[in-house]
């Protein structure tokens, strides 16, 4: 039976990289984003049956909930969920806006813990020993100036992620994390030249990150490869130790 998998933030990056991924392995995507790209138009025309798009603002979490009743209605069974979406407000701490601080808390933490309530909530309907994959960022375990807050977004993520393991292991329910170090894609186009330079000069193998390296832990992680896995913090970083 085809598996549905369910990513956030599906339109660049390395959603649309899962995306391509998924999609070519044989699984039916859900996808959600805020705008639809070029690329994601092409993927669109590719696979008309297997890849459903749908345009969603996470930022809006007022109404998120019943916006995702309705989203995931149509596919009813979700077996995978990878909450990727996510935005990059950098700043000193004395200079903080709080709009922009509240606006990525909301995406970065509020929206992934309200669509993971509806996707657990679509697991245990369904009796799907399901899988969640968060990906979080190096941010959240080195400091770097300007990114306390990114960092503080993806902390919370990885505590919710434990818990959510936790609570939910003995339905057969898994929940890891994937901590990623700069990606040669997404969001590096908002990093200066001097911090890109900085993290790759303390990851013992002098890189960023590689969109297929993260492709894989993910996929490793969403497989029966990994069934005793979860819990975990899962780093891909290039050997940021």
Request: proline residues 1%; glycine residues 6%; contains cysteine.
């Amino acid at each position: 039976m085809m598996k549905t998998v369910f990513i956030t933030g599906i339109s660049r990056g390395l959603g649309l990289k899962l995306t391509e991924y998924y999609l070519s392995e044989g699984y039916r995507v859900l996808g959600v984003s805020r705008t639809k790209t070029i690329e994601l138009e092409s993927l669109l025309g590719k696979y008309p049956s297997m890849l459903l798009w749908h345009q969603l603002d996470l930022s809006e979490v007022d109404v998120l909930e019943e916006r995702l009743a309705k989203i995931l209605a149509l596919v009813e069974k979700i077996d995978i969920f990878i909450d990727n979406a996510a935005i990059l407000y950098k700043d000193l701490v004395y200079r903080i806006k709080e709009p922009e601080l509240a606006k990525m808390f909301a995406i970065n933490t509020i929206a992934p813990i309200v669509v993971t309530k509806v996707v657990i909530n679509n697991f245990l309907s369904h009796k799907t020993k399901g899988v969640i994959v968060h990906i979080s960022s190096i941010c959240a375990h080195r400091s770097f100036n300007g990114l306390s807050m990114i960092g503080a977004t993806k902390a919370a993520m990885e505590t919710f992620s434990k818990d959510t393991a936790y609570e939910y292991g003995r339905f057969g329910i898994r929940s890891n994390t994937v901590v990623l170090g700069l990606l040669e894609i997404g969001m590096k186009s908002t990093v200066n030249d001097r911090l890109t330079e900085g993290l790759k000069s303390i990851a013992a193998q002098k890189r960023l990150i590689d969109a297929q390296s993260a492709v894989d832990a993910i996929a490793f992680l969403t497989s029966e490869k990994s069934n005793c896995i979860t819990g975990a913090n899962i780093h891909v970083n290039a050997g940021i130790l």
